[in-house]
């Protein structure tokens, strides 16, 4: 065999479905010259019927649909294939078979969807939309798909420290609850319809009571309903607040102080000193103000600063 014509073997065999072997031929759409068509030509003559499983010998009808599946280079692949209805004795009718390397759309390939999910992992659905010149409800419904896909695959959550927090969906204060399992690194619930107590015990009450029983830490901002629903459902977890929410509550006290200090004050001078000191006072203290020393700490900077 010569090399050129195993690697066009070779090709063919990463097109090759059960049951079917892709045409020698490589056929261009006329108004597409980024589009191959490979014909898929039918090895066996019995199939199933899509519904219930049930072999048939025969076929009532059939009709060629053009499938997407993976690109070669950059040219996009499409599979011409005779797609079948069969008469099902089981069901009682006229049934389309089963094909299973078809995506749940079926015109599209099982890996191609997968491959369309896996790129909206890192860009927006408008751009793999683009990129791969599809519809972009057919990427959204892909990139669905594929989320659900990997839920099946990491099975049923069963956190020991979670984290809590809100997102917002749309301007006006519209928002959902979003829990992550901390130790993995994923986000393992999103709902309620708010940011509510009751919307907080949906995850709970998901969750269960004996999953609940096993969350030892619940991270979270001051939102109060956050709290009250984890020590209902889960009174045994710690609850620890993030330091970037604890931080700045400490902040606005503090600045509620500098306020009322500066309006007590009537000297100028006093006023002076405080007036333009909001960021001191947050400040670490064993940090000198670089711009009044003129000294830079050890450390602090990799680069020259210029002032
Ligand atoms: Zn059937």
């Not at 499983?53 to 996009?76: I, K």
């Not at 089981?90 to 599209?108: D, M, S």
Request: positive net charge; hydrophobic residues 40%.
């Amino acid at each position: 065999m010569t090399k050129l014509r195993q690697a066009s073997e070779e090709l063919r065999d990463a097109y090759r479905y059960p049951g079917f072997v892709p045409s020698r031929t490589i056929e261009r759409l006329v108004d597409d010259p980024s589009a191959i068509v490979l014909a898929l030509q039918r090895r066996e003559k019995k199939t199933a019927c899509g519904v219930c499983g049930w072999v048939a010998r025969r076929w009532y009808d059939r009709r060629q649909r053009l499938v997407r599946d993976l690109p070669c280079g950059d040219l996009r692949v499409l599979l011409a294939v005779d797609v079948r209805r069969v008469r099902c004795a089981a069901c009682g009718g006229v049934k389309q078979e089963r094909l299973p390397w078809l995506a749940e759309n079926p015109h599209y390939t099982r890996r191609f969807a997968r491959y369309v999910g896996k790129l909206c992992r890192g860009s927006s659905l408008t751009e793999v939309a683009a990129d791969l010149r599809l519809d972009w409800h057919a990427v959204k419904a892909m990139d669905m798909a594929y989320m659900q896909e990997q839920l099946e695959r990491a099975g049923p959550p069963a956190p020991r420290v979670i984290g809590i927090d809100e997102i917002s969906i749309r301007k006006g204060h519209v928002y959902r609850i979003i829990v992550s399992d901390l130790e993995v690194g994923r986000p393992i619930w999103f709902g309620g319809v708010d940011r509510s107590d009751a919307s907080m015990a949906q995850f709970y009450t998901e969750l269960g009571p004996t999953r609940c029983q096993a969350v030892e830490v619940a991270v979270m901002d001051m939102w109060r309903a956050f709290r009250t629903a984890t020590e209902r459902h889960a009174p045994q977890a710690a609850i620890l607040y993030d330091k970037f929410h604890v931080l700045r509550q400490l902040g606005e006290a503090m600045d509620q102080v500098r306020k009322a200090e500066y309006k007590r004050l009537t000297d100028r001078d006093e006023r002076q000193f405080i007036k333009g000191q909001k960021y001191v006072l947050l400040s670490h203290g064993n940090v000198p103000r670089l711009v009044e020393s003129r000294v830079v700490p050890q450390g602090c900077c990799s680069r020259s600063i210029e002032w």
